[in-house]
Structure formats: C-alpha cells, structure tokens
C-alpha cells in the first residue's frame, strides 16, 4: 500500500514569490507520481507527473516537481506565482505499473494562497 | 468535448433516506473511477468500473454502498440509509482507455442532516 503526507495545509506566499509545496510518499514498491491542482468550484486538474526517466518533472502554468527516491518526496515548485494560482494542490501515488493509476491515493491538500 | 459531468453539485439528504449521485464520463471514455473526500482529508478510492462491469472495488464500503456503469447513460453511485458519516465530496474521474490519464468531475457535496 502507498501512502502520501503533505506536511502544509495551507502556505501563503505574495505574488512574484518563489513556492514550494512539500510531499512525501511511503511505499514498499515503485510508484508513478503526480500533482493536482483544484481550483473554487473546480474539479481535479493534472499539473504534472513522474512516471519514469528524468526526475525533473515540468507541467503546466509554470510547476515543476522533482522525485528523490533517497528521500521518498516529489516537491512541487514555481518560481514566481500569480494570483491565479490561488487554489488547493493535491499530491497523489499509484503503484508504478502500467496500470498503477487506476488507484490513486492522495494526501489532504495544501491550499496555496497568493498575497497581492 | 465536455468534461466529466456529476450531477448534482449539492445534495441533502436526511438520515435513512437515500442518495443517488451522478458521474457522465467525458466522451469516448469508458472508464470511471469514485473517489470519495472526507472533511479534512484526501480523497479516497473508493472503485473503478468498465461498461457495465465492475473491475475493482476494494474501497467500496462494504455495507450501503453501491455503484454501477451500464451500457447507457451515466455510472451511478448509490448510497443507502445515510448516516452523517457518508457527508463529504464524492468525486468522478473517466479515462478512455485502461490506464490512461483520467479526467475529474467538479464532485457532488452530500450532506447528511
């Protein structure tokens, strides 16, 4: 079984600043990992994924992630944020196979709130 | 090409009656997964359904808990007797094929009074 901690439930952060949303993972085999991000009144929107290869992951609207297998953790950055941004990212694992992400398990969200 | 569809948004329901919640995958896509978000955690597997079958289940309470994707219309989630338990935001995803990347619904919020 796969498990994910996001260690921030909220981060307030002021525009044009630099973010990092933390997220570690525990489990006994490989996994693909992935950031969602849902905006108000939205459903779950893919930002990026690792399934395999570089461990530097890009995605839309400026993230980007990387997976350290030492550390067990996929961070998720940008290096200047917008207003837009303001909304709550959720960190998710699946059992890294080809069909590993039928089953995703999530951790509870940090809200990412940006300071004009 | 519209999104995953769930229907309703917001639903209340009294303990004991029962609550029907709605999930149109996207176009093309005959995959749907639930997953369910309790208050202040993250969302939950709850089961994953083919047309018309049911390939995994192993987060489907196993009590009041029902779902299914027929060959027409929409994958219902079926949840009986509520209690205030079951409030919390059922979400819907559909892929299109086995494995892909699968599509969010914007979730329906079922409360319990």
């Known amino acids: 079984a796969q498990s994910v901690t996001q260690l921030d439930s909220q981060v307030p952060v002021f525009e044009e600043a630099p973010v990092e949303l933390r997220c570690n993972y525990s489990?006994?085999?490989?996994?693909?990992l992935f950031w969602y991000v849902q905006y108000p009144n939205q459903g779950l929107q893919l930002l990026l994924k690792y399934l395999s290869g570089s461990t530097l992951v890009k995605g839309i609207n400026g993230f980007e992630a990387e997976f350290n297998k030492s550390q067990t953790s996929f961070h998720l950055r940008k290096p200047s944020v917008h207003i837009s941004d303001t909304a709550e990212y959720f960190c998710?694992?699946?059992?890294?196979?080809?069909?590993?992400?039928?089953?995703?398990?999530f951790g509870t969200g940090t809200r990412l709130t940006i300071i004009p | 090409n519209a999104g995953v569809m769930q229907n309703p948004r917001h639903l209340v329901r009294r303990r004991g009656q029962e609550a029907r919640l709605r999930c149109s995958p996207m176009?093309?896509?005959?995959?749907v997964y639930w997953y369910r978000q309790l208050p202040e955690e993250g969302l939950k597997f709850m089961v994953y359904?083919?047309?018309?079958?049911?390939?995994?289940e192993s987060g489907m309470p196993k009590e009041r808990f029902s779902a299914e994707f027929p060959k027409e219309g929409p994958s219902i989630l079926r949840i009986q007797q509520v209690v205030r338990g079951d409030s919390a935001a059922y979400f819907c995803?559909?892929?299109?094929?086995?494995?892909?990347?699968?599509?969010f619904g914007q979730g329906t919020r079922l409360t319990v009074v």
């Open positions: 998710a694992v699946s059992r890294g196979s080809r069909f590993g992400n039928e089953k995703l398990t």
């Open positions: 359904l083919q047309k018309e079958n049911i390939i995994d």
């Open positions: 489990s006994s085999v490989s996994v693909y």
């Open positions: 995803a559909s892929s299109p094929f086995r494995g892909d990347e699968a599509f």
């Open positions: 176009k093309g896509h005959s995959h």
